[in-house]
């Protein structure tokens, strides 16, 4: 069980560390976007360059047009910044000192919630507005299957309380 702490706990700050420079990228992009703050535009204005604060240095680079920024941009952004946010409270699950309890059978509900039904709906509305790679659908397939695997931990959660509340009622 020490080798779960330790490998959970590396895991939750890489997958915080991860969530906050994810939506702290977004955060900054809609910022930049919204206010053309430190935003270059070039090719004509087909491309934009955000760059990295008070400088000229380019950050990121997209493409200049509403439905590639709404959908494969700022989306991507956010619900990755959520991903692994979701993901660090699931790791943070298993180096507690309890593991069985309803605050952590919540964390892996919402996790697993994310992943089944966010995904497909995001990429199927994207679709209708940018062109969707073939590569995207096997990273939807993906987050299903975590989904999927973390509802059946969950579950595994839900049985361990539920044991675990017996046990303490006899002894």
């Excluded at 779960?4 to 997958?15: G, P």
């Excluded at 910022?31 to 008070?54: E, M, Q, R, W």
């Excluded at 619900?79 to 946010?85: D, E, K, L, P, Q």
Aim: proline share 4%; charged share 10%.
């Amino acid at each position: 069980m020490n080798q779960t702490k330790i490998i959970s706990t590396v895991l939750f700050y890489i997958c915080f560390v991860l969530s906050g420079g994810y939506l702290i990228t977004a955060v900054y992009s809609l910022f930049c976007l919204a206010t053309d703050f430190s935003v270059t535009p070039y090719k004509n204005g087909k491309f934009l360059h955000i760059n990295y604060p008070f400088t000229e240095q380019p950050f990121l680079n997209i493409e200049n047009n509403y439905p590639y920024i709404i959908f494969s941009f700022m989306l991507v952004l956010f619900s990755y910044g959520i991903f692994f946010w979701l993901s660090a409270k699931v790791f943070k699950v298993f180096f507690q000192p309890k593991l069985f309890t309803k605050e952590h059978i919540t964390q892996l509900k919402r996790f697993y919630l994310f992943n089944i039904f966010t995904p497909l709906p995001i990429v199927i509305i994207a679709s209708f507005f940018v062109e969707v790679e073939s590569m995207i659908w096997g990273l939807v397939f993906i987050h299903f299957m975590l989904g999927i695997f973390c509802l059946f931990l969950a579950n595994i959660f839900k049985q361990g309380l539920h044991l675990q509340n017996e046990q303490d009622l006899f002894i």
